[in-house]
């Protein structure tokens, strides 16, 4: 006999996801396309005029920072296709926290 409230015969609990783990992909895909916008701004400014040593090694961080960003955003992005997507861990969520802390970093600087 089925279940009148998951649908299936052994009572588990099938998961009707909707379209909220679409939502959440598009959103990290959107935040992704942001963060290379952002690294790719930051490293034409650092070696804008000319390359110097200090515009090499920002440029290099700001590339390094968005290999960080993008890894961890792959990563959840892969993850959302399960039919029950674990939830991000601290570390991920840290490691994507502090990209975009020194993305704005790199922001003030080239402002500065």
Partial sequence: MTSPRTGTADG???????????????????????ATVCAV?????AIHGGVTA?????????????????????????????ARPPQLSHRRALLAAACTIAFAGFAVAVVL
């Fill in 12 to 34: 588990a609990d099938a998961r009707d996801p909707g379209l909220q783990p679409e939502r959440t992909r598009l959103a990290w895909r959107r935040t992704t396309l942001s």
């Fill in 41 to 45: 701004l930051a490293g034409k400014q």
């Fill in 54 to 82: 200090s515009g090499l090694v920002a440029a290099c961080l700001s590339a390094l920072v968005w290999i960080g960003f993008l890894a961890v955003a792959h990563g959840r992005i892969q993850s959302l296709g399960a």
